[in-house]
């Protein structure tokens, strides 16, 4: 078996380095590296962004949600894919038509103050960590289960092979990869799928059936509860999936890798038709597991379920199927992870580096020297942090991700274009209470506190009582944008109000002198 799995890993591995070593020759400008030149068509781009949604998250952690909590993995699932219809009809289009490299591109579209970048960046800097630290909690988990190397080691291979090709390839290696890794990802479940079904003779009902008493908990599998107990708990979750998808940098500066606002919104229309597909065998995908693997080995594997996917494998197709699952996996984080890295890579070296410090001046050989170092900065954090997060679930480390996009990037970039009032002061207070605000609720929550020892990061009473605290910091990122607007309404007033412009350009691409001689 273990010779299996490094064959299919050695394929794979060759495979991505060959993807770089192609896209680094044309990896020559920054432009280049950022957004891959701008021309990837709807159906590439759709392909890439999912595979960038299809992340450890997505798939590990998912049929790990499904198998250990039944309903309650759909807390999870749906509001993930219904969130890419707020990117179809409120972001996919100005993003594309404002933006240009990064979401500080976009932002600054309205308000060009350096302070505006300077905050964007940063939140697009953190956003992009602590969505990094879930796919290398699962990179570890997944070689502490497939070839014995210990948790903490995994996450630091991980971590450097996906520096390899990001170093050199930039967005261009990191499209290509995400695209075979989607089609990859999509056709193991689609055959796994298979596999399961077979087992409960494609008797799609008797296996709901079936699973009233195939676990520890009986029918309470299949009502919601078993995980979140609390109902303003599972909203505030949903809340925050539901939203979080369209304020994600990783997931927004995929929109500026096509040539227009039309193939922006085609893309989505392909990922949405991509993600629900691959949704719906992953529901029953996380029950087979915990009917035919069951909950005691699962949690033995990994006590989040992060490995119920790979168990999965191996029941039913043995050592080879388990080795391919496992393989394509590690492509999943892998190209998930590079993704991540360019995208907040770009935001230290385009928006930090060059708009601020070097005031836009800054040579292509500078800016790609910067962006490569941030790689290696931003990686080396992320590695860090997620040495400790062995007992999370990945999909809910996503979450918490999404969480904080929804209440920081999301607010503002709605205002932006559709807000005329809406200002410097609201978009910088915005960002920073949404950022701030959020972090601070996570860390009084019960993720990190825990009365019974072991059980989370530190021991004692959470002062927050809800695990995901979107219900409310999202409402308060609005907030913010709406207090800091009205506190700088009279300097705002003396400024150049960029409004109309930018309105137009949202919606047309082209600029209010433009649309003129049109």
Same mark, same amino acid.
């Given at each position: 078996?273990?010779?299996?799995?490094?064959?299919?890993?050695?394929?794979?591995?060759?495979?991505?380095?060959?993807?770089?070593? #192609?896209?680094?020759?044309?990896?020559?400008?920054?432009?280049?590296?950022?957004?891959?030149?701008?021309?990837?068509?709807? =159906?590439? $781009?759709?392909?890439?962004?999912?595979?960038?949604?299809?992340?450890?998250?997505?798939?590990?952690?998912?049929?790990?949600?499904?198998?250990?909590?039944?309903?309650?993995?759909?807390?999870?699932?749906?509001?993930?894919?219904?969130?890419?219809?707020?990117?179809? #009809?409120?972001?996919?289009?100005?993003?594309? &038509?404002?933006? /240009?490299?990064?979401?500080?591109?976009?932002?600054?579209? =309205?308000?060009?103050?350096?302070?505006?970048?300077?905050?964007?960046?940063?939140?697009?800097?953190?956003?992009?960590?602590?969505?990094?630290?879930?796919?290398? +909690?699962?990179?570890?988990? !997944?070689?502490?289960?497939?070839?014995?190397? *210990?948790?903490?080691?995994?996450?630091?291979? @991980?971590?450097?092979?996906?520096?390899?090709?990001? %170093?050199?390839?930039?967005?261009?290696?990191?499209?290509?990869?995400?695209?075979?890794?989607?089609?990859?990802?999509?056709?193991?479940?689609?055959?796994?799928?298979?596999?399961?079904?077979?087992?409960?003779?494609?008797?799609?009902?008797?296996?709901?059936?079936?699973?009233?008493?195939?676990?520890?908990?009986?029918?309470?599998?299949? &009502?919601?509860?078993?995980?979140?107990?609390?109902?303003?708990?599972?909203?505030?979750?949903?809340?925050?999936?539901?939203?979080?998808?369209?304020?994600?940098?990783?997931?927004?500066? =995929?929109?500026?890798?096509?040539? $227009?606002?039309?193939?922006?919104?085609?893309? @989505?229309?392909?990922?949405?038709?991509?993600?629900?597909?691959?949704?719906?065998?992953?529901?029953?995908?996380?029950?087979?597991?915990?009917? !035919?693997?069951?909950? *005691?080995?699962?949690?033995?594997?990994?006590?989040?379920? $992060?490995?119920?996917?790979?168990?999965?494998?191996?029941?039913?197709?043995?050592?080879?199927?388990?080795?391919?699952?496992?393989?394509?996996?590690?492509?999943?984080?892998?190209? +998930?992870?590079?993704?991540?890295?360019?995208?907040?890579?770009?935001?230290?070296?385009?928006?930090?580096? &060059?708009?601020?410090?070097?005031?836009?001046?800054?040579?292509?050989?500078?800016?790609?020297?910067?962006? =490569?170092?941030?790689?290696? @900065?931003?990686?080396?954090?992320?590695?860090? %942090?997620?040495?400790?997060?062995?007992?999370?679930?990945?999909?809910?480390?996503?979450?918490?991700?999404?969480?904080?996009?929804?209440?920081? $990037?999301?607010?503002?970039?709605?205002?932006?274009?559709?807000?005329?009032? #809406? &200002?410097?002061?609201?978009?910088?207070?915005?960002?920073?209470?949404?950022?701030?605000?959020?972090?601070?609720?996570?860390?009084?929550?019960?993720?990190?506190?825990?009365?019974?020892?072991?059980?989370?990061?530190?021991?004692?009473?959470?002062?927050?009582?809800?695990?995901?605290?979107?219900?409310?910091?999202?409402?308060?990122?609005?907030?913010?944008?709406?207090?800091?607007?009205?506190?700088?309404?009279?300097?705002?007033?003396?400024?150049?109000?960029?409004?109309?412009?930018?309105?137009?350009?949202?919606?047309?691409?082209?600029? +209010? /002198?433009?649309?003129?001689?049109?």
């Amino acid at each position: 078996m273990d010779m299996q799995v490094i064959i299919l890993f050695s394929i794979i591995t060759i495979g991505t380095l060959l993807i770089t070593y #192609f896209a680094s020759k044309k990896t020559k400008t920054a432009g280049s590296f950022y957004t891959a030149g701008g021309g990837l068509t709807a =159906r590439q $781009n759709g392909l890439a962004l999912a595979g960038d949604f299809m992340s450890a998250s997505t798939f590990l952690g998912l049929i790990g949600a499904f198998a250990l909590s039944g309903f309650d993995g759909f807390f999870l699932m749906y509001p993930a894919l219904l969130s890419f219809l707020v990117i179809l #009809f409120l972001v996919a289009e100005p993003l594309r &038509n404002l933006g /240009k490299y990064t979401l500080g591109d976009m932002i600054t579209a =309205r308000y060009r103050f350096k302070q505006v970048r300077a905050v964007t960046a940063i939140n697009t800097i953190v956003i992009s960590i602590f969505y990094m630290l879930g796919q290398l +909690v699962a990179a570890g988990a !997944l070689f502490k289960l497939l070839l014995g190397i *210990p948790f903490h080691i995994s996450i630091i291979i @991980v971590g450097i092979g996906m520096l390899t090709f990001v %170093l050199f390839g930039g967005m261009t290696a990191t499209s290509w990869v995400q695209i075979i890794k989607a089609i990859l990802l999509v056709g193991g479940t689609f055959i796994l799928f298979i596999m399961v079904m077979w087992q409960f003779n494609f008797n799609f009902i008797g296996m709901f059936a079936e699973m009233k008493t195939a676990t520890p908990v009986g029918a309470d599998f299949l &009502n919601p509860g078993v995980k979140y107990l609390s109902g303003l708990d599972a909203a505030s979750l949903v809340l925050g999936l539901l939203l979080g998808a369209a304020g994600l940098p990783h997931i927004l500066v =995929r929109f500026l890798t096509v040539p $227009n606002a039309q193939v922006a919104r085609k893309s @989505v229309v392909w990922v949405m038709w991509i993600m629900g597909c691959f949704h719906f065998m992953v529901i029953f995908l996380g029950f087979g597991a915990a009917k !035919l693997v069951g909950m *005691p080995t699962i949690i033995e594997a990994n006590p989040a379920g $992060n490995m119920a996917a790979p168990l999965l494998a191996q029941l039913v197709g043995g050592d080879l199927m388990f080795a391919f699952i496992s393989a394509v996996s590690f492509a999943t984080i892998l190209a +998930v992870v590079a993704g991540i890295v360019v995208t907040g890579a770009a935001a230290f070296s385009h928006d930090l580096y &060059n708009e601020i410090f070097k005031n836009g001046q800054a040579t292509e050989k500078q800016q790609m020297t910067m962006v =490569r170092l941030a790689s290696i @900065v931003i990686t080396a954090v992320s590695i860090v %942090l997620s040495l400790s997060l062995q007992s999370f679930n990945v999909a809910f480390l996503a979450s918490l991700a999404f969480t904080l996009a929804a209440s920081s $990037n999301l607010p503002v970039i709605l205002f932006t274009v559709f807000w005329r009032k #809406f &200002n410097k002061t609201g978009a910088v207070f915005g960002m920073l209470v949404g950022l701030l605000g959020t972090l601070t609720l996570v860390a009084l929550s019960p993720n990190v506190w825990n009365p019974v020892p072991g059980a989370a990061l530190l021991t004692g009473e959470a002062i927050f009582p809800l695990s995901s605290p979107g219900i409310v910091s999202i409402p308060l990122g609005f907030l913010a944008c709406y207090i800091g607007t009205k506190i700088g309404a009279k300097k705002a007033a003396l400024e150049e109000d960029r409004y109309t412009e930018i309105l137009v350009k949202s919606h047309t691409g082209s600029d +209010v /002198k433009g649309v003129i001689k049109h």
